[in-house]
């Protein structure tokens, strides 16, 4: 075990309530030395999700209080091992980089966490591929799953054709068109007027959903054969209308409760009960089905594993390739959290400690 320096100083972001942006404080804290069974992290970089967004909003159900460091994901280099680390885990090593995924915690310069929540990379990735490689474990992941884990491989079936993507320029809408590229389908996904050309580079009829009937647009086409919606709630009624009669849909986020300004308890209760309904759908019917990436983790985590190196080594040899807006420092977090709440942001937004930051 090496010892850390007793004097170090971290910087944390966290929130003491829930509610928006400004609900973010940067705190100073005193680095204490990892425990028996845990790293000590120097986090290089963490991609920003909606996930945090609901986070401190309150309404992500696995986080009931506030008092929390934010921060979904990150990347981080190995720099202290706790006791008995290097006995049981010889693949964690001081100078290790690792991803992590664990839902808080994330957002700060320093950490210490179990073994359990970290993944070391294949191998270590240069300065310059921090930023996407820090963005690769929650929104491939979750879309690797979606199409080779769920209930049907409908990814092999020689009946698909057609597929829709809502949200299609956000982080898992990219990352479901990037892994779906390769399949020769038809791919239609909702975007702003502002990401159209994004989605036509890679082959991709854009679908105005400020402007244009979606559901119609769709069955114009002859209906979708799978709809991916991480949007929940009343959405799902429009995505239902985007299906052929034997399509199916996936859902597998909430972002309709975080797009703006605070839902009232009307707007939130309308919400859940619509999403409860699709859940005991999902039971009934496999031609809906819900994804969660952190229940499929804890059911099957050596899926987790397997399929995030699956999705790292596309990277690595540039099949997949994370398209992000521009890097921010941490200290910024604030802003990057309305940027990404009011839809302003093209592309996967990662934030930078502020000591490792180059503007």
């Known amino acids: 075990m090496i010892v850390p320096n007793e004097n170090r100083l971290n910087t944390e972001y966290r929130i003491s309530k829930f509610g928006g942006p400004s609900v973010i404080t940067a705190t ?44 979904y994901e990150a990347l981080g280099v190995i720099e202290v091992l706790g006791e008995g680390v290097a006995i049981k885990h010889p693949n ?26 970290v993944v070391p990379l294949p191998k270590n990735v240069s300065n310059e591929q921090i930023p996407q ?68 580079r890679y082959g991709v009829k854009p679908i105005d959903y400020r402007t244009e009937n979606v559901a119609q647009v769709c069955q114009q086409a002859g209906g979708m054969d799978v709809v991916f919606d991480g949007i929940g709630g009343n959405h799902l009624n429009s995505s239902k209308q985007c299906l052929t009669p034997k399509g199916q849909l996936v859902f597998y986020g909430m972002t309709e409760l975080i797009t703006g300004e605070q839902p009232t308890k009307i707007a939130f209760i ?14 009934l019917c496999k031609r809906y089905s819900f994804y969660s990436i952190t229940d499929y983790r804890k059911k099957q985590p050596q899926w987790f594993f397997d399929d995030f190196y ?34 302003e942001l093209s592309g996967k937004q990662v934030l930078i400690p502020d000591p490792l930051f180059i503007k």
Request: aromatic letters at 8%.
């Open 28 to 71: 100073q804290t005193q680095l204490a030395a990892p425990k028996a069974g845990e790293v000590q992290l120097r986090i290089l970089a963490t991609g920003l999700s909606m996930a945090d967004v609901l986070i401190r909003r309150g309404v992500y159900v696995d986080i009931k209080k506030p008092a929390v460091v934010l921060g």
């Open 92 to 117: 964690l090593t001081v100078g290790k980089q690792v991803a992590v995924m664990s839902l808080i915690g994330n957002n700060t310069h320093y950490r210490n966490i179990g073994v359990d929540h």
């Open 133 to 200: 490689a820090a963005s690769i474990m929650l929104n491939y992941v979750t879309a690797y799953q979606m199409l080779h884990r769920q209930q049907l491989t409908f990814i092999e079936t020689a009946t698909l054709k057609k597929v829709l993507i809502h949200s299609a320029a956000g982080g898992v809408g990219m990352a479901l068109i990037q892994l779906l590229k390769p399949f020769n389908l038809e791919l239609y996904g909702t975007a702003s007027k502002k990401n159209h050309a994004r989605l036509k």
């Open 270 to 283: 309308k919400y859940m009960l619509t999403t409860a309904r699709y859940f005991f759908k999902a039971k």
């Open 310 to 343: 699956k999705v790292f080594n596309l990277f690595l040899n540039g099949t997949v390739n994370p398209e992000l807006a521009p890097v921010l420092p941490m200290s910024q977090i604030a802003e990057a959290h309305r940027k990404l709440e009011f839809g």
